[in-house]
């Protein structure tokens, strides 16, 4: 039964990353789409006097988001794995108690 809790724990901790990650795409854009007006300097180029890199590259925090996607469906499906077991010992344990 711990087990499940972590896993729920685990589970929403992965849910609140995202949507932190989410929340700051929007932001983050703006900020390197203001970056970019205010310095002239195109996407993904330095300006070695000024040492600015716009290479921020935002299909990088996506691909991170994709990742935790993956993560929280390996979640779900362990949630899912554990309580198959416990319910199989609970059957076991209720079935050996019944034949004593």
């Given at each position: 039964?711990?087990?499940?809790?972590?896993?729920?724990?685990?589970?929403?901790?992965?849910?609140?990353?995202?949507?932190?990650?989410?929340?700051?795409?929007?932001?983050?854009?703006?900020?390197?789409?203001?970056?970019?007006?205010?310095?002239?300097?195109?996407?993904?180029?330095?300006?070695?006097?000024?040492?600015v890199?716009?290479?921020?590259?935002?299909?990088?925090?996506?691909?991170?988001?994709?990742?935790?996607?993956?993560?929280?469906?390996?979640?779900?499906?362990?949630?899912?794995?554990?309580?198959?077991?416990?319910?199989?010992?609970e059957?076991?344990?209720?079935?050996?108690?019944?034949?004593?």
């Open positions: 039964m711990q087990l499940l809790v972590e896993i729920k724990d685990i589970r929403e901790e992965l849910g609140i990353l995202k949507r932190v990650i989410n929340d700051q795409l929007g932001p983050l854009s703006d900020f390197i789409t203001e970056l970019r007006r205010r310095t002239r300097i195109p996407f993904g180029e330095i300006d070695i006097n000024n040492k890199d716009l290479s921020i590259r935002i299909d990088v925090i996506e691909n991170h988001l994709h990742r935790i996607d993956n993560m929280i469906e390996l979640s779900d499906q362990t949630n899912i794995s554990v309580s198959i077991q416990d319910r199989s010992r059957e076991k344990a209720n079935i050996f108690s019944s034949t004593t």
